[in-house]
């Protein structure tokens, strides 16, 4: 308890507002479901995976973005200034793709949906403004190849970067 308090600490002197996803994650590992607690934090539930959920997954790693995590959300904060309603469709359509994903993960939706539900997270994502040309461009082109890829964190703005970047190719290993 004393860690996990340090560390979510450390994420609000970092970015401000910390969901606790990231370091609740680090902290326990393994596949999380995690939920509001009413507190101000998250509930974690582990997810077992039912076999072969996570094959054709991989991570890449696009480049340390140039901006931090605040910077991010401080960028999000004033592109939807103003624009709350078309901010909470965006968040409720991410809400909705990681409830699906959750469903495809422990096996009460099939898997061949998953490369549907990359590509719906990443368009929410691009149109929060936190994908960089430069990626949409390697996302786009595993599209093309009949995959499909979405940022995993608070992405990026200029240089091209965006940290991770989840990758889908069903029947074969990804890489960037």
Known sequence: ?????????????????????????????????????????VHPTPLEPVPDAL?????????????????????????????????????????????ELRRVLTGTRSARGLGHL???CERHLEALGVVPERVRRIVRALEDEGGSDKISGAGGIS???AGS???????????A
């Not at 970047?165 to 990804?174: F, I, N, S, T, V």
């Open 1 to 41: 308890a004393v860690i996990e308090r340090v560390a979510l600490e450390a994420e609000r002197r970092q970015h401000g507002t910390p969901s606790g996803v990231d370091h609740g994650t680090v902290l326990r590992g393994g596949v999380l479901w995690m939920q509001p607690d009413g507190e101000g934090g």
């Open 55 to 99: 094959d054709g997954l991989a991570v890449c790693h696009t480049g340390t973005p140039i901006e931090t995590t605040g910077e991010m959300i401080a960028a999000v904060r004033r592109r939807f200034a103003g624009r709350r309603a078309d901010l909470e469709v965006i968040l409720d359509g991410i809400g909705e793709d990681a409830g």
């Open 118 to 120: 990359l590509r719906s």
């Open 159 to 161: 240089g091209g970067r």
């Open 165 to 175: 970047l989840l990758a889908y190719h069903p029947g074969r290993a990804a890489s």
